[in-house]
């Protein structure tokens, strides 16, 4: 079989990690860095790369995130009166295992936003769904469904975002809700 039918067969299946790393892969295998089962192995796992991080990316995007956000980053520091242990348990994410509901509320300018997106983000890394509002944004969109009547459907949206397990994110005021 020539390396061009794999090529076209590898693409006609929409294997397109294996596509990308063929071409070093068997170069590997004909320097006798790999054998027949490794190579076949080191295939797989550059699909499943692949396919793992396209569906991060997908469940990003549709997170609708204001920027990318991850509680390694956050300054505890900045305000003391949010408690680390706190948020890194939120982290854990067993409140959406649990399907519970967590609510973040504040002033403006304590993080709860940036809180947020950051356990949104964390919920899309572990293959979780999330949506990011602003409070305003949230409370506009759902009084919206009072005038056409679409109330319970828009409101089933936001607690129940696209995919396996919902994490809704909305801040200002609230953040991270579940409802299952």
């Given amino acids: 079989m020539r390396a061009h039918h794999l090529e076209e067969t ?3 299946l929409k294997l397109f990690g294996m ?3 063929l071409e070093t892969r068997l170069g590997q295998a004909t320097a006798g ?5 490794e190579l076949l192995q080191s295939l797989c796992e550059d699909e499943t790369a692949r396919r793992d991080a396209a569906g991060l990316d997908r469940r990003l995007k549709a997170a609708r995130f204001e920027q990318t956000c991850v509680l390694e ?8 009166l949010v408690v680390a242990a706190q948020i890194r348990d939120l982290a854990t ?18 993080g709860k936003s940036m809180i947020a997106q950051a356990l949104g983000h964390q919920a899309c890394r572990r293959g979780e769904t999330a949506a990011f509002t602003k409070t305003s944004r949230l409370l506009a969109d759902l009084a919206g469904g009072h005038a056409d009547r679409s109330f319970k459907t828009r409101l089933a949206r936001w607690t129940r975002p696209a995919g396996p397990g919902p994490l809704s994110s909305s ?3 609230s953040p991270c809700g ?3």
């Fill in 10 to 12: 590898l693409r006609a």
């Fill in 19 to 21: 596509l990308d790393t």
């Fill in 33 to 37: 860095e790999l054998g027949y089962v």
């Fill in 73 to 80: 980053d956050f300054d505890f520091s900045f305000n003391p």
């Fill in 93 to 110: 994410l067993r409140f959406v295992e649990a399907g519970e509901s967590i609510i973040l509320h504040g002033p403006v300018g304590v």
């Fill in 171 to 173: 801040s200002t005021t």
């Fill in 178 to 180: 579940t409802s299952r």
